[in-house]
């Protein structure tokens, strides 16, 4: 959906000729025809016959409103807007619906691109004072966005340029030269710009099928994809050949969409899927992953402990295992780790000193001497460096790329074949972090029009998952696996304690910032990363924070947690609530679940944990107020009530 000056004029020009009685609006040349085939795309305009327009009833809402605001002063007549001026356009979309998400806050990153377009209002409400919000414009804009389904046609022209061109997210100044193309695919919602100011375009998840169909497709027609098209191939492919008539067959022959029997081809596959999303409308929600250098690290850890084990069968990667393999590490080989350790350090000791620990870094031969330097009184350094390992050993569980398990009494942990694929990444592009906005970069395409923010797409590039034009291999990769993973619910105490300050909506990334102290932006940062990728918030693309589904159940678990524990809910807790569950009772009134005592042992089995795990994250279950001594209390059944959501 995109409305420029010329697409404005158009659309008021045609509602004229309405109120004059005529049954079209009827152009005088081709040379004018571009606007008007773009709105029709758009499904604003009905073309009657060549050179012949009427509104559709979502055509003549959008006129109405823009005579509206005309009078009302809200912005200007469209003869008076710049040439190149996009009133709409799916970056506008966007805006609008992040603040409709938002409680109708547009944030500070795109109020005045929406002021620009009148769709800004004050208000006033008693506690919050005088704001700015959406007004109803914007929301009946939005409206006919999602009511007026677009209509989906490629002549050869438009066939050859979508082909060349990069699907993205890439800089928009990668966009071949194509005068109105980009405008097309705007119209039919094939091709997107970021949110506020279309630094970055992407291909939208129905673009990106059509692409791939179009580098297929055998362009023996002036059509190569209409929706009539993609209605006969589909029902030649799931009706029957007889479903269909001769000359649909030969069209869906002359394209190369099926063969002699009448399957489909890889172009009438693309095709079968891009006329699904078309007229489902259905799009997935954005998900990611994030992998920090450390995680990635213990990954290597692991994997390396298996193979000791193969000389020394008594070596098995368990927590102490892998911590001495940290340990005989020599720091010099792992100076990438440095701001993990290095943060750790300041989240432990404080910020104030930083310089005495990067100081340190300098001096230091091993993580050990590291650790020592700053944990030898009390003895404590094994155990700060213990449960740094465990605490990342959750997060690579949370994310399904470990797994621990009861091996001859002993919790040990094995990589999942996801873990493997990350493994493999890390050994091949270098060990690196994999913030989540950096996947969400390419995730984001999954919406119906979006693309992602400038500084997603900067974060995809840098950590290689986005490079000439599209994502890479290990983009597609992370992409995918944040769909495909299972995953376990799991929030770490500074997790908490950023997420019990986060309301359901109406804050957004800076609003965080300022509820802590300025020493701790490193920390907060980490900490959205983590929330995002784990599924209970969402950062939209005007940077507004909202808590998902699962989000709001985990707060409201948690809710009553003291902030103090290391770890409040973690993925074996998790499996222990999912075990306890299995082998207990629902009490509908009470909102438990009771556990008969000799049910206990069964549990430990269904956990698949050794008996000394089990034992430790019911202590932390309990301690968390997620379970009685012998029942799952309402707080417990909310966690796995989000575990459900989650997946």
Known sequence: MVIRKEHAIALLRVREEERNNAPTCQLFAKSEDSPYLELERMNLLRMVRPLEYSLTYWGRALANIIDEMVEKGL??????????????????????ETAIENDDLPGYLTEKELEKRGFIEERKVEKKGTFKAINQYAKDIYSIFQNAHPRLIIDRELYEYIKKMPSGPAESSELPAG???????????LLAFSVPNSDVYSLTTLGQEIKKACETIAPSLETVISEDIMDSLERAVFEGFDAISDEEKEVLFELALIDDEGNPLPAGEHLINAYRIWKE????????????????????????????????????????EIVHYL?????????????????????????????????????????????KSFYEKGNRWYEKMYDIVQESLYTLESFNLVRAEEKEGKKVHYLTD???????????????????????????????????NIDWYRKGVETQLIGGGEPTVAGKMYAQMAYEIKRLPHVTRFELQVLHKLPERGFFVKDVYEQFDETWQEEIEYALNKLEARGYIDILQNEAIILTEPGKLIKKALSGTPEGFANPITPLAVR????????????????????????????????????????RELVILRASNLVGKNSINEAGLLILEALDKLN
Do not use: C
């Open 75 to 96: 912005i200007e007549h469209p003869s008076k807007w710049d040439d190149d001026f996009r009133w709409l356009g799916s970056e506008v979309i966007m805006m609008i």
């Open 179 to 189: 005068g109105r193309f980009p405008i097309m695919l705007g119209a039919m919602r």
């Open 281 to 320: 409308r259905s799009f997935k929600p954005v998900k990611s992953i994030n992998v920090e250098i450390l995680d990635a690290e213990i990954l290597k850890g692991i994997e390396e402990v298996w193979k000791h084990h193969e000389s020394d069968p008594s070596v098995m990667p368990t927590v102490d």
């Open 327 to 371: 340990f005989y590490k020599p720091l010099k080989e792992y100076k990438h780790l440095i701001q993990h350790y290095g943060r750790r350090l300041y989240q432990d000791l404080g910020y104030q000193k930083k310089e005495e620990i990067m100081k340190k870094f300098s001096e230091v031969k091993t993580v050990e001497e590291l650790f």
């Open 418 to 452: 996801f873990g493997k694929k990350v493994l493999e990444d890390m050994k091949t592009r270098g060990f690196r972090e994999i913030p989540a906005t950096a996947v969400k970069a390419i995730t984001i395409t999954n919406k119906e029009f979006a693309a992602p």
């Open 576 to 615: 222990v609530l999912a075990a306890l569950r299995e082998v207990g009772t629902l009490y509908e009134k009470e909102r438990k679940v009771r556990i008969l005592p000799k049910n206990f042992e069964k549990a430990v089995k269904l956990s698949g944990l050794d008996p000394e795990t089990f034992e």
